[in-house]
């Protein structure tokens, strides 16, 4: 007799609803789940990768991975948690029951987060970060096997915006990345994928420090937001193979989960890592033993739109 050992179909779709609301480059919502008979499957989706800004699938390896981190905290929480491994060639992560066991109050809490992250592109005001808040930011990178680096020197801060401004430029100057981003920008707020107008934010301000990435926001006159008290970090993993994107995204999540639960905003800006001869000076910049895998900023700001995702349904292959 075949006997299944997987989690029930309504524990994996609702687990499934969780894991859609993680980030995803340019909201391309990477992923696939499928529920076998010992587990569940995630992989990568490669009808959805972005040929012009992650050629190799990096950024869809990364959101993947925080996909899996949201599912990984729906089962805990659901009592019934998970192992999982990344498979080698880093395109499937594979989840199979751990038991039966009550979550942890820290689940519970990150769990509670899921659906209130976002990423925010408003200006941020110009509060600092408590450094209290920061190392429990750091710790939970840590606990997920990942490092954030959180910049605390002015000198190092312009440095990396210097180096960010310049890979925005250099992407810029590629009508074929133009072409790309603006196909999943600037979307209707009611798309179920990419951009709403909406979460794209006012278009990039040459006084900001941070330049954000052009989703095609209306122009509007920043009246903040150039200062360096919002807080600069950097985020990595030990390592930087195919697996180790995957498990990146993994620190990601569990890193903008706690934030959320602080009562902080974030912002993310991947251009410095998507040309690879300035993310390797970022990597030297930050002295480094591995690659960088993103740039986050971490302050006070009103909550802005969500964006939307497609439904269940539309991911998980039968
Ligand atoms: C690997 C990766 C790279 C990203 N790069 C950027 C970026 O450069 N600029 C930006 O504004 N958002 C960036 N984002 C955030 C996504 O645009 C965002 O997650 C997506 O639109 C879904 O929105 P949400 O995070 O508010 O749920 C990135 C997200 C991931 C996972």
Same mark, same amino acid.
């Given at each position: 007799m075949i006997t299944t050992t997987t989690w029930s179909v309504a524990t994996f779709e609702a687990a499934v609803g969780d894991a859609v609301l993680a980030p995803s480059i340019h909201n391309t919502q990477p992923w696939r789940f499928r529920r076998t008979a010992d587990g569940i499957d995630v992989s990568v989706d490669e009808d959805r990768l972005l040929p012009m800004c992650d050629p190799d699938g990096r950024a869809a390896r990364v959101s993947c991975g925080a996909a899996v981190y949201n599912l990984r905290l729906a089962l805990a929480v659901a009592g019934a948690p998970a192992r999982w491994r990344v498979r080698p060639g880093g395109s499937v992560a594979?989840?199979?029951p751990a038991g039966s066991k009550p979550a942890t109050p820290t689940e519970r809490g990150l769990h509670?987060?899921?659906?209130?992250?976002?990423?925010? /592109?408003?200006?941020?005001?110009?509060?600092? +970060?408590? =450094?209290? #808040?920061? @190392?429990?930011?750091?710790?939970?990178?840590?606990?997920?096997?990942?490092?954030?680096?959180?910049?605390?020197?002015?000198?190092t801060v312009w440095e990396i915006a210097a180096l960010t401004r310049r890979a925005d430029a250099q992407?810029?100057?590629?009508p074929?990345?133009?072409?790309?981003?603006?196909?999943?920008?600037?979307?209707?707020?009611?798309?179920?994928?990419?951009?709403?107008?909406?979460?794209?934010?006012?278009?990039?301000h040459e006084a900001e420090l941070m330049v954000r990435r052009?989703?095609?926001?209306?122009? /509007?006159?920043?009246?903040?937001?150039?200062? +360096?008290? =919002?807080? #600069?970090? @950097?985020?990595?993993?030990?390592?930087?193979?195919?697996?180790h994107e995957f498990q990146a995204g993994m620190v990601l999540q569990r890193v903008l989960l706690r934030?959320?639960?602080?009562?902080?905003?974030?912002?993310?800006?991947s251009q410095p890592i998507e040309v690879p001869s300035i993310r390797e000076q970022l990597r030297l910049v930050l002295a480094r033993a591995y690659a960088p895998q993103l740039v986050l900023r971490f302050g006070y700001a009103p909550t802005t739109c969500y964006t939307n995702r497609r439904s269940v349904r539309d991911v998980i292959d039968r």
């Amino acid at each position: 007799m075949i006997t299944t050992t997987t989690w029930s179909v309504a524990t994996f779709e609702a687990a499934v609803g969780d894991a859609v609301l993680a980030p995803s480059i340019h909201n391309t919502q990477p992923w696939r789940f499928r529920r076998t008979a010992d587990g569940i499957d995630v992989s990568v989706d490669e009808d959805r990768l972005l040929p012009m800004c992650d050629p190799d699938g990096r950024a869809a390896r990364v959101s993947c991975g925080a996909a899996v981190y949201n599912l990984r905290l729906a089962l805990a929480v659901a009592g019934a948690p998970a192992r999982w491994r990344v498979r080698p060639g880093g395109s499937v992560a594979r989840l199979v029951p751990a038991g039966s066991k009550p979550a942890t109050p820290t689940e519970r809490g990150l769990h509670r987060q899921i659906r209130r992250r976002h990423t925010n /592109r408003s200006p941020f005001s110009e509060a600092g +970060v408590e =450094p209290a #808040l920061m @190392v429990q930011l750091v710790e939970a990178a840590a606990g997920e096997g990942g490092w954030l680096h959180v910049v605390d020197d002015e000198t190092t801060v312009w440095e990396i915006a210097a180096l960010t401004r310049r890979a925005d430029a250099q992407l810029n100057a590629d009508p074929a990345y133009v072409a790309e981003l603006r196909a999943w920008a600037s979307r209707t707020d009611d798309s179920v994928e990419g951009i709403g107008r909406s979460a794209s934010g006012a278009a990039p301000h040459e006084a900001e420090l941070m330049v954000r990435r052009d989703f095609g926001g209306p122009s /509007r006159r920043l009246a903040r937001d150039t200062t +360096v008290s =919002p807080v #600069l970090a @950097v985020l990595g993993y030990q390592g930087e193979h195919r697996t180790h994107e995957f498990q990146a995204g993994m620190v990601l999540q569990r890193v903008l989960l706690r934030a959320a639960d602080l009562g902080l905003a974030t912002a993310i800006y991947s251009q410095p890592i998507e040309v690879p001869s300035i993310r390797e000076q970022l990597r030297l910049v930050l002295a480094r033993a591995y690659a960088p895998q993103l740039v986050l900023r971490f302050g006070y700001a009103p909550t802005t739109c969500y964006t939307n995702r497609r439904s269940v349904r539309d991911v998980i292959d039968r």
